[in-house]
C-alpha cells in the first residue's frame, strides 16, 4: 500500500513521534500509483477528491468563526514536513501573515496578524483584501477557517471554547520556533 496524502504534523519532535495529526491519509495499492499514464492520472484525481472530502481532525470542533476580517497576505511560510518515502503529502501547517485592513466581526486589531492555516500551497497574494474567517485558538491567536469566500457560515455562539490550533508547538519549542525551521528550510528570509 501507498500513501497518497499522508497524516503529517508541524507538532512533531524531530527525534520522536507525532504529537496531533491534522492531514488526512488514504492508502492505496501501489500497483495502482505506479501504473502507467491514465492509472496514475486517476488515481491521483481520486486521491485528490477523497482528500478533499476526508474527515479532518478539527472536523469534531464546531464549525463557526469566531471573527471575520478583510486583510491582504504579507508573507505565507510552510512547516517543515516529516520525511515521507512513500507519500505524496496533499496539505500541511503553514504561517501566513496577514495585514488587517477591516474587523467587521470580532476582537482583531487592525495591522499585521499571523494566523495559523492548513493549505496545499502557498495562496495568490495578487488578489488584494480579501474576507477572511477567523477561529480562536487555545494558544491564543487564530487558524484560517475560510477565506475567498469558503468558510463556516455562522458566527460561534457566545461561550464557544477555542479551537485546537493547527500547529501545536509542545512544550519544547515555540511557534516562533516552528516558523524560523519553516523559513530556514524553505529559504524564506
Not at 471575520?68 to 511560510?77: D, M, R
Not at 503529502?89 to 470580532?106: K, S, Y
Not at 455562539?157 to 512544550?171: L, N, S, Y
Amino acid at each position: 500500500m501507498m500513501s497518497l496524502c499522508v497524516r503529517a504534523n508541524a507538532s512533531a519532535d524531530p527525534m520522536g513521534a507525532p504529537r496531533r495529526t491534522f492531514v488526512q491519509a488514504i492508502d492505496f495499492p501501489s500497483s495502482i500509483v505506479n501504473g502507467d499514464g491514465m492509472f496514475r492520472i486517476a488515481s491521483l484525481l481520486v486521491t485528490s477528491i477523497a482528500c478533499s472530502f476526508a474527515p479532518n481532525a478539527v472536523a469534531q470542533e464546531e464549525a463557526c468563526y469566531d471573527a471575520e476580517i478583510s486583510a491582504s497576505i504579507t508573507g505565507q511560510t510552510p512547516t517543515v514536513m516529516r520525511d515521507c518515502d512513500d507519500c505524496i503529502i496533499m496539505r500541511w501547517p503553514w504561517f501566513v501573515a496577514l495585514e488587517v485592513a477591516r474587523t467587521h466581526f470580532g476582537d482583531v486589531a487592525r495591522g499585521p496578524l499571523t494566523v495559523l492555516s492548513v493549505q496545499h500551497s502557498g495562496l495568490r497574494t495578487d488578489r488584494g483584501i480579501v474576507r477572511w474567517k477567523l477561529r480562536n485558538n487555545t494558544l491564543g491567536g487564530f487558524n484560517v477557517v475560510g477565506a475567498f469566500g469558503s468558510g463556516p457560515e455562522t458566527r460561534c455562539p457566545t461561550g464557544t471554547p477555542p479551537a485546537r490550533p493547527f500547529i501545536d508547538p509542545g512544550t519544547q519549542r515555540t511557534l516562533d520556533d516552528i516558523r524560523r525551521e519553516g523559513e530556514e528550510r524553505y529559504s524564506f528570509h
